[in-house]
């Protein structure tokens, strides 16, 4: 597990600063719920107050000894005016406890009787006498009125509790509690809290009782607008990390060797790159959202619970009822927005599976870095349209729970200022019903299914980053010049698997010379050619232009000097022009042209609905056999490499077809060392020297004359096809 997470760690790296800023944001949304809980339950007490009185009980004298020695002792002056208000017996008792230690009741109960006594009989309230205790700002807030009855003793009380902190329980409410604790930071906040609260209880208007309320939509905004940037930026990480993890795997398997493309199934590497990336996608856009923000949710609301409300724990799977805000809106262009993805996507994969499927072509032409290029164009326009769905998608859930949270807030004021006949029972019932902790605890079962699929899957995708080419490109190349070299196979030993072809074969090609290399399927005729442009490497021997191996040049230097002309035409789904450009990437549209002409293609091409703006469909599917090959023979031209493959160009072709495009490889072929490859020997009848070629093996070599006189194997296919 753990080199999965380095793994997935690489595959997100390049964007590590939006990373953590995005985990850092989910972090702050994990508290977004435990927020609305908070604002729910302090609207509760506002809304529906715990009764209160402000006359002491018993139980208020937390700790008498304490009491009774601040009192006895008058060690401040609040505790030497007390004890000039308790009645003679009260005091003899304290001084007798403070002796004897006998039962604290009976004092507790004498206290208690002063004390209520003391509430009620007028202000206790003088700045010197109080000069030396904290008071809680809602006293602070109460005095500067002139409280009477009720609240008189309320303010009394409090007063009392502030002297004696530790020996009096409190009696203020829990809101107040958090506000009095609030005011050791922001202590005008706590003041301005403290004050609104009261003018709801004693004078309640709409404006009071919404900016109290408001606590409800702010949470629900500022939590939304925090989990919409979370989102967002994991999105972003997501989205970009992985297409750069497919143009990663697309570019390695570029330049992996043809026997490792030819071995695997063209679905399997598209499933490899579609569907398996796509679970860590999900992983990382999705998954990750949860595995930062639902543990933080999950633990504060379970830990809020439990300190707080211990028995509201068992009632967590009282379901929130959520009145939804139509989106209306947003939905056509959600609907726009993931049309357009699916349409980007399939782009993707098309480009993919064009590269792929001509990887002859763009391996002979040097076409990779154009390949990627257009396959990272195509990634940019699904990232954008992806991001679009992403904004259409997320940003409705704060706008309904904003609007929402308005809803709500109306509800409550309504009811503190109206009083109705909803009952705290009622309404606790319907702010519990949004406990999360469950949901949150499926949530990450169900995460950790989707690590063990990305886990899974993620092994078959790197299993492709992990596969070595076994054509390795040298550390330190040489220069190859093919212009006016020979091309000499050097005792060549090689085989497919455990099946050996050549045995010591070899070949000289001299500069210049026309060599056709004939005999039936299977004898070695397209291994060798092959073998020149370096998709398979010899296992014994040396194949050397101008006396250079080819194993000292690189890929890319060795193909520059090579053109190809192959009877499976390549062509790609776009403009006749394009695919001529392939040749010699930036070429202008006169050097086409004229490349066009040379292969007697500009004719018809000329003829079609936009000339060469003409988009010829996927693999030309719109031209005729021949001028599929007068194309190819075009962007041949244009290379203008010194050395020329010829693979039976002109096979699948009627003879009409035929003199056209021998006429463009008679054009093609002028200057340059060509090796061709011909099944049909009319074709090849003025060739410099023909090589025939049995089972890996040359049986005879010399031009066509001499080939008949000869009376060899060269005849007999000749007579054969003549007859034919």
């Known amino acids: 597990m753990a080199s999965f997470f380095t793994r997935l760690w ?120 109080f000069a030396s205790v904290s008071l809680s700002p809602e006293a602070r807030s109460m005095l500067g009125d002139n409280q009477t009855g009720e609240q008189l003793a309320k303010l009394n009380r409090m007063m009392l509790e502030d002297a004696f902190p530790g020996e009096l329980a409190n009696n203020a409410s829990d809101v107040q509690k958090s506000i009095n604790k609030m005011a050791r930071t922001w202590p005008g906040v706590a003041h301005w809290l403290s004050r609104s609260i009261d003018n709801l209880a004693t004078q309640p208007t709409l404006m009071t009782a919404l900016s109290v309320f408001a606590i409800l939509p702010i949470t629900m905004f500022l939590g939304g607008l925090i989990n919409y940037g979370y989102i967002y930026y994991m999105t972003w990480v997501g989205v970009r990390a992985i297409g750069d993890l497919r143009a990663k795997i697309y570019h390695h398997l570029l330049h992996l060797p043809p026997a490792f493309l030819l071995k695997q199934s063209t679905g399997d590497l598209m499933a490899r790159v579609s569907s398996d990336v796509s679970t860590l996608h999900n992983l990382i856009s999705n998954s990750l959202v949860s595995i930062v923000r639902d543990p933080i949710t999950l633990i504060v609301l379970i830990g809020s619970q439990v300190v707080f409300q211990p028995k509201l724990t068992l009632m967590s799977l009282i379901i929130l009822p959520v009145s939804l805000v139509p989106v209306i809106i947003f939905t056509k262009k959600l609907k726009k927005s993931a049309v357009a993805t699916q349409n980007a996507n399939a782009d993707v994969f098309r480009s993919m599976h064009e590269g792929l499927s001509g990887a002859r072509v763009v391996k002979a032409y040097n076409l990779e870095p154009v390949a990627l290029a257009d396959f990272q164009e195509r990634i940019k326009g699904y990232n954008s349209h992806y991001m679009r769905t992403t904004r259409a998608s997320e940003i409705p859930g704060p706008l309904i729970e904003f609007f929402g949270a308005l809803g709500v807030t109306g509800l409550l004021a309504s009811i503190a200022l109206t009083k109705g006949d909803t009952t705290a029972a009622g309404f606790l019932t319907f702010v519990i019903s949004i406990q999360m902790s469950y949901t949150k605890l499926k949530y990450l079962v169900r995460l950790i299914t989707q690590i063990i699929q990305a886990r899974a899957a993620s092994s078959r995708v790197f299993e492709i980053l992990d596969t070595p080419s076994d054509l390795p490109e040298p550390t330190d190349p040489k220069p190859v010049k093919a212009a006016g070299a020979e091309i000499r196979f050097d005792n060549i030993t090689f085989g497919y698997d455990e099946h050996e072809l050549f045995r010591g074969f070899n070949l000289t090609v001299k500069p210049g010379q026309l060599v056709a290399l004939v005999g039936q399927s299977g004898s070695g005729k397209t291994t060798l050619t092959n073998l020149l442009l370096r998709f398979y490497d010899p ?43 392939l040749g010699r990437p930036g070429a202008s549209d006169a050097e086409i042209e004229e490349a066009a002409r040379h292969a007697y293609a500009d004719d018809f091409i000329r003829k079609t609905p936009h000339g060469y703006d003409t988009v010829i469909g996927e693999k030309g599917a719109s031209l005729s056999g021949g001028q599929r090959q007068r194309l190819a023979i075009a962007r041949a031209i244009l290379k203008n490499a010194p050395i020329l493959i010829l693979d039976e160009a002109t096979s699948a072709l009627d003879t009409e077809a035929e003199r056209a495009v021998q006429a463009a490889l008679d054009e093609l072929m002028q200057g340059r060392t060509t090796i061709c490859i011909a099944h049909r020997l009319s074709t090849i009848q003025h060739a410099d020297v023909i090589v025939v070629m049995e089972s890996g093996r040359i049986v005879e070599m010399g031009n066509h004359r001499e080939l008949l006189e000869r009376g060899g194997l060269y005849q007999k296919l000749h007579q054969l096809q003549f007859r034919e």
């Open 539 to 581: 296992q014994e021997g040396a194949l050397r232009i101008g006396g250079t191996d080819i194993r000292e040049v690189t890929s890319s230097d060795l193909r520059a000097q090579i053109s190809v002309v192959t009877q499976e035409t390549i062509l790609f789904n776009e403009s006749i022009r394009r695919n001529i450009e």
């Open 10 to 129: 690489d595959v997100v790296r390049p964007y590590k600063v939006r990373f953590f800023g995005g985990t850092i944001l989910g972090m702050l949304a994990g508290l977004k719920d435990p927020m609305l809980v908070g604002s729910i339950w302090f609207i509760f007490a506002v809304v529906f107050p715990q009764k209160t009185s402000p006359s002491f009980s018993t139980d208020d004298i937390v700790n008498l000894p304490a009491f009774t020695e601040q009192l006895a002792r008058h060690t401040n002056q609040v505790a030497a005016f007390v004890w000039t208000q308790l009645a003679d017996s009260t005091r003899e008792s304290i001084t007798s406890f403070e002796q004897s230690g006998a039962d604290q009741g009976p004092l507790k109960a004498a206290l208690v009787t002063d004390l209520n006594r003391l509430l009620r009989s007028g202000p206790i309230y003088d700045p010197q006498r």
